[in-house]
C-alpha cells in the first residue's frame, strides 16, 4: 500500500478529473460532425475569397478553365 496522505489523493483525484474532462471534451468535439462540417466550410470559404469577400481571380480563372476542358472533352466525345 502506499502512504499517501488525504491531501494527496484528492489532489490526484482532482487531476485525474480534469484529464477525464478534457479527454471527454476533445472527443465530444470529434463526433460533432455538424460543428466540424462548419468549420471546414468556413476554413474553405476564407482561403477561396480575398478580404472583401469577393472571389478570388486566380481560382475563378481556374474554375473557368476546369468548365472549358470539361465542355470540350464531352463535346469531343459525342462527336466520336
Known sequence: MTDKTPEALESEIARQREDLAETV?????????????ADKARHLKDRA?????????????AAIGVVV????????????
Open 25 to 37: 471534451d476533445a472527443l465530444q468535439a470529434k463526433l460533432d460532425v455538424k460543428a466540424r462540417a
Open 49 to 61: 475569397t480575398t478580404t472583401s469577400g469577393k472571389p478570388r481571380p486566380d481560382l475563378t480563372g
Open 69 to 80: 476542358v470539361i465542355v470540350a472533352v464531352v463535346i469531343w466525345r459525342r462527336r466520336r
